[in-house]
C-alpha cells in the first residue's frame, strides 16, 4: 500500500496514513464506525517532500499495514509550525469533507478570483482561527497579514477561506440577512461598519472562532499562501454541487 501525506486544517497537522483522500477524510471527520462527527479540510501533500524540520521518513517506517493487513489510518508527522515549512509547492489537491464523512476534492485555480468592490469577511483556518471582516480583497488581506503587514506582527504563512455577506458586504446597516446562517449577526453588523478604508481596514469579529463553518457559505474558494507565494483553489458552484456531487452537497446542508 502506498503512504499519502495530508496537510490539515482543522486542525493544523502534518499526517502520514496509507488511506486515499476520500477514505481518510471519512475517518478523519468520522473516526471509526462513524462514532464522532466534526468537519475536515486537508491537502493531499506530495509523498515525496522533505523537509529538516519534520521527521517524515521516521514517521514512514511506522506507517504500515496492521496485523489483520489493513491499512494504517494515521501517523501525526507534526501538530505544531505545519503552515510555515509546507511550500505551496508541494501541495496537491484540497478536500473538504463534511461532518457526515462525504468527501469533495478541489483542484487548484490558475488564478486568483476577480477583484469586487465590497466588504469580505475572512475565516483563518491555519495557522490561527481568527474570524475577520476586511475592505481588503483576498489578495490584499494576505499581504497585510503576511508579506507587508500593517501592523508590528506577521505570519509566514496563512491558509483562510472567504465566507458569504449577501447583502451585507455592500450596505451593512440595512442590507437583509436573508439566509446567512451566522448566530452573531448583530455583532457582524456593528463590525462591518467599523470598516473604513484608510483608518480601519480590517476588524475582528472573533479573536478565535470555531474553525467549522457551513461550506455552503463559502462565497468563492479557499487560499492558501506561504511567504510570497499565494494560491487559490474555487469552490464548485451550487449548480455543480447539485448535478455532480448530490451525495456530499446533500451531507453538507443537512
Known amino acids: ?32 464506525k462513524f462514532k464522532s462527527k ?8 506530495d509523498p515525496n517532500y522533505r523537509h529538516p524540520y519534520f521527521d517524515i521518513d521516521g514517521c514512514y517506517k511506522r506507517c504500515v499495514a496492521k496485523a489483520d493487513g489493513s491499512p494504517k489510518n494515521s501517523i501525526y508527522v507534526s501538530m505544531y509550525r505545519v503552515t510555515e515549512h509546507l511550500p505551496v509547492s508541494a501541495l496537491g489537491k484540497m478536500y473538504l469533507t463534511t461532518a457526515m464523512g462525504e468527501t469533495l476534492g478541489l483542484s487548484r485555480g490558475e488564478a486568483l478570483p476577480k477583484v469586487e468592490k465590497e466588504l469580505h469577511m475572512y475565516q483563518d483556518l491555519a495557522p490561527i482561527n481568527s474570524l475577520v471582516v476586511s475592505v481588503f480583497d483576498p489578495a490584499a488581506y494576505y499581504a497585510d497579514v503576511v508579506t507587508k503587514p500593517s501592523h508590528s506582527f506577521r505570519f509566514p504563512g496563512m491558509c483562510f477561506v472567504e465566507l458569504e455577506l449577501g447583502m451585507l458586504a455592500r450596505d451593512p446597516a440595512n442590507g437583509r440577512e436573508g439566509d446567512l446562517p451566522y448566530s452573531f449577526m448583530q455583532h457582524l453588523r456593528e463590525a462591518l461598519m467599523e470598516l473604513e478604508p484608510v483608518s480601519k481596514q480590517n476588524k475582528l ?21 506561504i511567504g510570497e507565494e499565494l494560491v487559490y483553489y474555487p469552490m464548485l458552484s451550487p449548480v455543480v454541487l447539485r448535478k455532480d456531487h448530490s451525495n456530499w452537497w446533500r451531507s453538507a446542508n443537512l
Open 1 to 32: 500500500m502506498s503512504i499519502h501525506l495530508y496537510y490539515s486544517l482543522i486542525p493544523e497537522a502534518l499526517i502520514a496514513s496509507m488511506l486515499p483522500p476520500e477514505k481518510f477524510g471519512q475517518y478523519y471527520a468520522t473516526g471509526h
Open 38 to 45: 466534526g468537519q475536515a479540510v486537508f491537502f493531499e501533500v
Open 205 to 225: 469579529v472573533h479573536r478565535v472562532h470555531s474553525l467549522e463553518f457551513p461550506f455552503r457559505m463559502v462565497k468563492n474558494g479557499f487560499f492558501a499562501g
